[in-house]
């Protein structure tokens, strides 16, 4: 329908790569389901020109906005990344919410759906352990900002995925005993360490990428649910 999540929409450059086993190559595997992210850091800027109804998610920072007639150009700023997503929807239902961390307030946006809002709750508190388990274990989170996007029943393909500042949660509705929507943001939220930060190639050393994340995921349920947030 009106939902789009645009993501692996641009050429990347390969990684060239050095280390004292394989000497040095290019690295520029295809993208695959199980084999997903790997490219070097940049800095990315980049207007997105979209129907003035349309909500906008995106990665980095939003600095800037100006109207033409019926539309509106989001322009992006994103330090130190090495992928840029965004998500659109003029359905979407905003909720802002602040984290406190070792460095301050992270500010949280979660983009919801309409009937969705009942599960506002479930999905901020993940964040809010998520970021505080990885502040103390794994060190605190370099950006000023994070978006959740919820999609559409009909668009749960684009649900559990991550990309730098920018993450999806699940979809479909649950009951409260099942914990699939704080274990997805939490989940999603390890990412930003494995594999972004720590630069982890999911092709080559999968290892490091989701192996260590659930690994996080059960940190991050734990203090969850045991009320250390």
Not at 127 to 146: C, F, H, I, K, T
Not at 154 to 178: C, D, F, K, R, W
Request: with cysteine; hydrophobic share 35%.
């Amino acid at each position: 329908d009106q939902f789009h999540a645009v993501t692996q929409w641009f050429p990347k450059i390969g990684v060239w790569d050095c280390d004292g086993d394989r000497g040095c190559r290019w690295r520029a595997h295809q993208y695959h389901g199980v084999t997903e992210f790997f490219a070097d850091y940049g800095v990315y800027d980049v207007d997105i020109n979209v129907p003035s109804s349309t909500v906008v998610g995106a990665t980095g920072v939003r600095v800037g906005e100006r109207v033409e007639g019926d539309r509106r150009i989001l322009s992006y700023h994103a330090e130190d990344v090495h992928d840029f997503a965004w998500f659109a929807d003029p359905t979407f239902v905003e909720v802002n919410d602040t984290v406190e961390d070792s460095t301050g307030r992270l500010a949280v946006r979660l983009l919801s759906r309409p009937g969705h809002l009942p599960y506002t709750p479930r999905i901020l508190g993940a964040v809010r352990a998520a970021v505080q388990e990885a502040d103390e274990r794994l060190g605190p989170y370099p950006y000023s900002n994070l978006t959740v996007v919820v999609p559409p029943a009909g668009g749960n393909g684009a649900g559990g995925m991550e990309y730098p500042t920018i993450i999806t949660s699940a979809a479909v509705p649950l009951p409260t005993g099942v914990h699939e929507y704080e274990e997805t943001v939490a989940h999603e939220f390890g990412h930003q360490y494995f594999y972004h930060l720590f630069a982890s190639d999911e092709v080559e050393e999968a290892w490091l990428d989701e192996g260590l994340n659930e690994t996080f995921s059960g940190w991050a349920m734990d203090r969850l649910t045991k009320g250390r947030c």
